[in-house]
């Protein structure tokens, strides 16, 4: 069948099609079965989740119990601020807005189906502690129950939609063609189709249209994270943005697969970044995906994450970015009981490394270091700290690819916009899919946040205000 349809041809139908059971599809789903309509739930891999459930589960929102409990003062205002000094000023200001009005109210939410928050952390981008830590594997599961406890989603594992289908005469969305395992469906959509299905860090040949300067980079994410929905809506006409801003992140060990998403940032609690040759390439502060653009220039593309028993001190046992004591405990953290022994470990000119910690300690006692200006730890947050307290570890680094934060062009309803701005009928998307929202940077745990919020006000939007959605 090719992408012109009537609805004689569907052999199933739901009012919503929702195509990816990531973070937003399932927010979408939930929202709008909460709201009355019946709704499809497409996921081509055989578990839920896709990268979302191999993140670190970090999210970033604005006034919380937990910064509240924290002593943390932080709100919207100040969240959106953050987002458009990370960003470049890049921002879709409409999605900016939509987020700012919707982020708390998407944090009850999701509080409301027993997701636990943990205490927040500063990580790249924030200048207050904002990222607050969910198991991803057991949202996941609370997430599936909810779903299922509306009674109106139907879940389709192992079954992936391949072409969106139109009204031959309105050229409108009415569906989606899908294959699962054994056969080939057509599937219509009485209000619309949602496209939730990710990035494309799985693709190569994507990549390498999109993103050549990643070619260094190890590609990370769920197998599923091909860029599906943004070609079946790139055919029919849509636009997108945003793709000249991917980045990898930096963080992961050098010998990572594509599915371990534990990044290690001790460079955010004192550590510095220094290369092969024992010298810092960059400051450490700034976002790590400019700290990845770094690291790709070094030689080997790889850098390595100096700190020592100080900064030890302060990892978290939470499984986050910030865990060093779990690093430590895989042996891929290198430990030596003085710098001179660890840079040999390292495979770094202990002499250069020596030189590089002299010149920094000189350079933070008066404020701020001369060579990249340094003076916090994260986007002014927090203040560098000597390295000189045994022993003292090492960690090999790499940047990956593991978002590429960019894709379809959206409004703040969620609605998929073609190449000359009109909004395509009865198609919209959410979640890592679109672009428009991080601009040129990002800000840790905006992924999830923004997958959550936008797939939620997908659904919202998609059915129409039948009731007043839960809080």
Known sequence: MNAAATHRDFQEAADLIVVGAGMAGFCCAIQAASQGANVILLEKEAATGGSSRLSGGSFAFAGTDEQHAAGIQDDAAHLLDDLRQIGQHKNNEALLAAFGDEQHATYRWLQSFGLVFGPPKIASGQSVPRTHRADPIGMFRLLEQAAAHTGRVRLLRQTGATRLLRDQASRTVIGVLAQNTRHTLTIGANRAVVLTTGGFMRSEALL?????NQDAALRMGADGCTGDGLRMAWQLGADLCDMGFIRGTFGIHPDAGPRDHHFLHSIYMGAIAVNRSGHRFVDESLSYKLVGDACLLQPGAIGFQIFDQGVMDRSTADGSSFDLAAERRTGRLIEAPSLPELANRLGIDPTALAATLERYHADIAHGADQVFGRTSLSSGWGKPVRIERAPF??????????????????????RVHDVFGAPIPNLMAAGHVTGGFHGAGYMTGTALS?????????????VGPTEQPPR
């Open 393 to 414: 570890y090492g960690y090999p680094t790499r940047s990956a690819v593991v978002g590429t934060y960019c894709g379809l062009v959206v409004d703040a309803s969620l």
């Open 450 to 462: 923004k997958a959550a919020v936008f797939g939620r006000l997908a659904g919202q939007t998609a």
């Open 208 to 212: 390498a249209k999109f993103a050549p």
